[in-house]
């Protein structure tokens, strides 16, 4: 078990299903079990999934005034997180639309609210900080002084960028320069894909960069073990949703990352806990166990010796 300090945004999400995107225009459109609304967010979402594979998980956050912080643990789930940290001081909860189709295309709005205009009292952070193993943070404006404290203190320090535009690079730059993880989707990247980790890690001294490529699967770069290799997706489930699978796939890297420091080993186990993600509707929904990992992890992959000496106790 490691214990994780997660910073960043809690939202309100609203998915929809649509039968193509773009959506053609029609003055009501009626299906069964195709909204969905529910608490989310990068880092709401990552903390759950830590949360669900048995790590310690303070998580930070900022809400609306009126925000009702029971939608943070609805009553039908397993798993519960501290609203300890989440103040309610914007004047409304950011929001987010989005619209996916069978193509797994989406189409997202997004309304953050008051969010730049908000900083979260430090005052709270450092003893927490001081105790944590790693902190994973989302690069929203507030979280900015959680990467300075997380430089002043030692600790690791793992970003999930999202989206990649160059025009804000420079905006990233208090997260890109001290991260050891970096986590960035393709979803809006212009250049070659190897060409921007190679760029990246070199301008910023990285250590890992996980760069998702939705279908296509992912590109990891571990530039301690000189590891910079393409894994296809893999499939444990149905597709019906793929919004949230990146959160999911990050959150369970940096588990088993922390847990066994081979970035190999952690990506495979990722990538498993995002392909069974992607079989549930709502971003915080289908998180398999670590025993459901594990026997993945050994029909797909199999067992290295190394694996199967410790189990067999040689």
């Keep these: 078990m490691s214990r994780f300090l997660v910073a960043g945004v809690t939202q309100i999400e609203t998915i929809i299903r649509v039968d193509k995107i ?33 790590d310690d998980v303070t998580f930070m956050s900022i809400v609306g005034r ?33 619209f996916y189709d069978k193509n797994r295309k989406q ?22 900080a001081d105790a944590c193993d790693m902190m994973v943070l989302a690069n929203a404006n507030f979280c900015r002084p959680f990467a300075k404290t997380a ?23 208090d997260f890109l320069e001290p991260a050891k993880i970096l986590y960035f989707s393709d979803d809006t990247l212009a250049e070659n894909p190897y060409d921007f980790i190679d760029r990246i890690a ?17 590109i990891i770069f571990d530039k301690t073990k000189d590891i910079r290799a393409h894994y296809k997706t893999v499939k444990t489930n149905e597709v019906v949703n793929t919004i949230g699978a990146g959160n999911a796939l990050f959150a369970c890297f940096l588990h088993y990352y922390m847990e066994t420091g081979d970035s190999v080993n952690a990506i495979k186990n990722a990538l498993l806990f995002a392909s069974y993600k992607i079989g549930y509707m709502g971003t915080s929904n289908g998180f398999m166990t670590t025993d459901q990992l594990t026997q993945w992890r ?17």
């Design 202 to 218: 070199a301008t910023y001294n990285t250590e890992i960069i996980i760069l998702g490529q939705g279908s296509e699967g992912l």
């Design 151 to 173: 430089k002043e203190q030692g600790k690791p320090i793992a970003v999930n960028i999202r989206n990649y535009r160059p025009e804000k690079e420079i905006y990233n730059t």
């Design 107 to 128: 189409q997202i709005f997004e309304d953050i609210k008051d969010l730049r205009e908000n900083v979260y009292d430090m005052s709270m952070v450092t003893p927490i």
């Design 298 to 314: 050994n029909l797909i992959w199999g067992i290295k010796k190394s694996e199967f000496d410790e189990l067999s106790g040689n």
């Design 66 to 98: 009126n925000q009702d912080l029971s939608m943070i643990n609805p009553p039908d789930r397993k798993i519960t997180l501290s609203t300890e940290y989440i103040v309610p001081q914007m004047k409304e909860t950011p929001t987010e639309v989005v």
């Design 22 to 54: 773009p959506v053609s225009y029609a003055p009501l459109t009626s299906a069964n079990e195709s909204i969905f609304t529910a608490m989310g967010g990068d880092a709401y979402n990552e903390s759950l999934a830590l949360a669900w594979l048995g």
